[in-house]
C-alpha cells in the first residue's frame, strides 16, 4: 500500500483554512459593503460590525525587516493601511531593518514607551524570542507574524503563511496540468535552501507530485533577488534540454527566472510562480507568457496582525466564531491565481 500522502485530505482541510481565512477577513473588516444602490456613502460612516465600532485607543507598535523586497514592503504597507482604517488604533512604525539587534532594540524602545500591542515580523524568529517574551510579561500583547518565535510564551498570537501548503497548491496544479504523464520534467526554482521556509515549500512539492506519480527531475536554489533567480534560472535552462514545467518559489526572484528564459529563447514549459504578485498576475491575465499560475503568500498578515492586537486589546471576538476569544494563531490558505481567478486576487497582490 502506497505511504504517499493524498491530496484529498490536504484539499479539504485547504478548504477549512480557507474559511478561516475569510471568517479573519469578515469579522475585522472595516469597510461597509457596497449594495450597488448607491446607499454604501451613506453607509460609510456606520461600523459594519460591533467589531469595527470604535473603542478605547489601541497604542500598536510595529516592527519588520527592510523593505527590500516586494512582498516585504507590501507587507509593512498593509500593515499601515489596515492601522489607518481604525480610529482607535495609533501604529508605531519602527524603521525597517535586517540587523536583529536594531530590531530588538525596536522592540525594547517600545516596551520602554508602554506601548498597548506589538506587532513583530522578525527577521530571525529564534533571536526575537526573547525580547517578545519580555514584553508579554510586562503585559504588552505581542502578535508574531510569518517567522515564528521558539517559545510559546513570546507571542498572544501568531498570523502565518502556509509554506507546505503553497508547495502541495502547486504541485496539486501541475499534477491537474500534466495529467497521467509518468515522464513530464518537472523543475523547481527554490529559494534559499537553508531556511526553514524553502525546507518547508519544498517537501509540500514534493508531497504533492509523488501523489500523482510525479518527481522533480531538476532543481536549483537562488536566493529570493532578481540578480539570483536570473543565474540559478540560467543554469537550470543549460542543464536541461526538455522541461515540462517549473515551479518558482518566489515572484520577485521570478523577474529575473523570466530574463533568463527569455534570454534563453524557452517556452516549451509553463511556468507557476511563488508568492502572487501583480506583475505575474498581470502576465498570467495576458497569456502571453510561460506563467500559467502562481501560488499566493498573503502579504496581508501584518495587517491581520494588526486587526488581532486591536480585537485582543479591546476584549473582543472574532465574530464568526464560536469561541468567545482571538485564537493563538491564524495560518492563511495558500490559493493557486490562473487566469480564471486572477481578478479575484489582483487587487490585493503586491508589486515585484
Known amino acids: 500500500m502506497s505511504t504517499t500522502p493524498s491530496r484529498r485530505p490536504w484539499l479539504l482541510a485547504a478548504s477549512s483554512l480557507a474559511v478561516g481565512s475569510l471568517l479573519l477577513t469578515g469579522c475585522v473588516s472595516n469597510e461597509p459593503a457596497d449594495t450597488g444602490d448607491g446607499a454604501g456613502d451613506a453607509a460609510a460612516a456606520e461600523p459594519a460590525t460591533a467589531n469595527d465600532e470604535p473603542g478605547d485607543t ?66 530571525d524568529g529564534a533571536a526575537l524570542t526573547d525580547v517578545a517574551t519580555r514584553a508579554m510579561e510586562e503585559g504588552i500583547t505581542v502578535v508574531n507574524v510569518d517567522r515564528e518565535f ?53 517537501q509540500g512539492f514534493a508531497d504533492a507530485l509523488a501523489d500523482c506519480g ?40 521570478g523577474v529575473g527566472v523570466l530574463a533568463a528564459i527569455e534570454q534563453a529563447g524557452r ?40 486587526s488581532l492586537a486591536r480585537l485582543v486589546e479591546q476584549e473582543k471576538d472574532m465574530e464568526d466564531l464560536v469561541s468567545s476569544q482571538v485564537p493563538r494563531q491564524v495560518q492563511l490558505f495558500a490559493p493557486v491565481v490562473t487566469a480564471d481567478n486572477v481578478d479575484q486576487y489582483l487587487d490585493t497582490a503586491f508589486e515585484s
Open 58 to 123: 489601541v497604542t500598536i507598535g510595529f516592527t519588520a525587516p527592510a523593505a527590500d523586497h516586494g512582498w516585504m514592503s507590501a507587507i509593512t504597507r498593509a500593515a499601515e493601511e489596515r492601522a489607518e482604517g481604525y480610529e482607535d488604533v495609533d501604529l508605531q512604525v519602527a524603521d525597517g531593518t535586517n540587523d536583529v539587534n536594531l530590531q530588538i532594540a525596536a522592540v525594547e524602545t517600545f516596551i520602554n514607551n508602554g506601548v498597548d500591542a506589538i506587532v513583530i515580523l522578525p527577521y
Open 150 to 202: 521558539t517559545s510559546p510564551f513570546a507571542a498572544r498570537a501568531t498570523v502565518l503563511g502556509d509554506n507546505y501548503g503553497m508547495g502541495v497548491s502547486a504541485g496539486t496544479y501541475m499534477c491537474e496540468q500534466l495529467g497521467d504523464d509518468p515522464d513530464a520534467v518537472v523543475a523547481e526554482i527554490a529559494g534559499i535552501d537553508s531556511l526553514p521556509l524553502t525546507q518547508d515549500r519544498s
Open 214 to 253: 510525479l518527481e522533480v527531475s531538476n532543481r536549483v536554489a537562488a536566493d529570493f533577488t532578481v540578480q539570483g533567480g536570473q543565474a540559478a534560472a540560467a543554469n537550470l535552462l543549460s542543464a536541461a534540454p526538455q522541461i515540462d514545467a517549473i515551479w518558482n518559489h518566489d515572484d520577485d526572484q
Open 267 to 306: 517556452d516549451e514549459f509553463f511556468m507557476v510562480g511563488g508568492a502572487g504578485s501583480a506583475n505575474v498576475m498581470r502576465e498570467i491575465q495576458e497569456g502571453d507568457s510561460v506563467l500559467r499560475a502562481t501560488v499566493v503568500y498573503p502579504s496581508t498578515q501584518a495587517a491581520d496582525g494588526v
